[in-house]
């Protein structure tokens, strides 16, 4: 599944259930000019710290027993799925080649965190800061946050198109999430948005959707465990 389908499939759900729990959110990062700073609410507690660089690691690797071991017995699986580590290993096919377990976890936890709350879960560390501090009067369906501190708006999705303008962390409107590169050669995928009056394109791992996954964490007597990893509704 592409981001596009996967995004889509998460605003579906997201209209069941997302909005009442943002509602309950007090914004922290302001949205004047657009700006939407990063979060790293716990990047003072050295145990979180160690505990994400340990799993990052893993994920690297694909150390299947620690990621594993990580994941809460209980651990959240989405609306209409039992909870537990085999609906979670169901989901997520640890073992197989191409399993999105080991290229959406990292993503999630390359950006900063933020403690987040609603009516399907306890008060949780989640990685990103994108969907718990995502604006209550900002659609997430149409938008996203760059998540890079720098990035070019270019005339077209080509490394050496021309630049329209340096974009900073801040929240844009989506035109689309999945482009190919002008090149079909190259790899890279981009995003087409509009900002600042002008559409344009940045490579797609400079912003992110709240609706994407978001990896929650609680800690326990027995230290920090998986309790869901869902995107946004789920």
Sequence with gaps: MNRSHRIACAALLASLLAAPALAQQKPVAKTQDGVFAPRDEAAGDQSWTRFRDRLLTAVQQRDKKFVLGIVDRNVRNGIGQPNGHEEFIRQWEPDAEDSPLWRELPRA??????????????????????????????????????????????????????????????????????????????????????????????????????????????????????????????
């Design 109 to 234: 936890l390359h950006l900063g965190t933020a403690w987040y709350s609603h009516e399907k879960m306890p008060r949780s560390l989640c990685a990103p800061y994108v969907l718990p501090r995502w604006p209550k009067n900002t659609d997430p369906h149409g938008n996203g946050a760059i998540t890079a501190r720098e990035t070019a708006l270019r005339a077209a999705p080509s490394g050496g198109a021309e630049i329209l303008s340096s974009l900073g962390q801040s929240i844009v409107r989506v035109i689309d999430w999945e482009v190919a590169d002008s090149d079909a050669d190259v790899k890279q995928k981009w995003v087409k948005i509009s900002a600042n009056g002008r559409d344009g394109f940045i490579p797609e791992e400079h912003i992110r959707s709240p609706l994407e996954h978001l990896a929650c964490f609680r800690k326990s007597e027995a230290g920090w465990r998986l309790i869901s990893f869902l995107a946004a509704g789920e």
